[in-house]
């Protein structure tokens, strides 16, 4: 019922910007926090940064400054503005957004992820 589909990624040199998006459609009634993961090869996937519906931001140590989030709420879109990039931001990117859908009489919220999306930053 819900699908949240992602921007193509893309090869930057280091230094170099790009921006992502991704937009939910579907059954929703509303969005909560959406944010954005990364995961590259060999490690864990990593809480990029997060928003909240009402504009408030999180952002992990390693991107702070560099990266910046905002969303779209009549589009559903998040977009992650990804600056001075590093080879170290390589990795495929998800975002994730927490889903409100009424199953009436109830409220009902879930986590969606994207496809995923292939950053690589060259040196």
């Known amino acids: 019922q819900v699908q949240l589909v992602e921007s193509p990624g893309g090869l930057v040199q280091a230094g170099g910007s790009l921006r992502l998006s991704c937009a939910a459609s579907?059954?929703?009634?509303?969005?909560?926090?959406m944010g954005w993961y990364r995961q590259a090869p060999g490690k864990q996937r990593e809480l990029v940064a997060s928003?909240?519906?009402?504009?408030?931001?999180n952002y992990a140590d390693s991107v702070k400054g560099r990266f910046t989030i905002s969303r779209d709420n009549a589009k559903n879109t998040v977009y992650l503005q990804m600056n001075s990039l590093k080879p170290e931001d390589t990795a495929v990117y998800y975002c994730?957004?927490?889903?409100?859908?009424?199953?009436?009489?109830?409220?009902?919220?879930?986590?969606?992820w994207g496809q995923g999306t292939q950053v690589t930053v060259s040196s």
């Open positions: 994730n957004a927490a889903v409100i859908q009424r199953v009436s009489p109830q409220f009902s919220e879930r986590d969606y």
């Open positions: 579907g059954s929703i009634f509303s969005i909560n926090a």
């Open positions: 928003i909240a519906s009402g504009g408030r931001t």
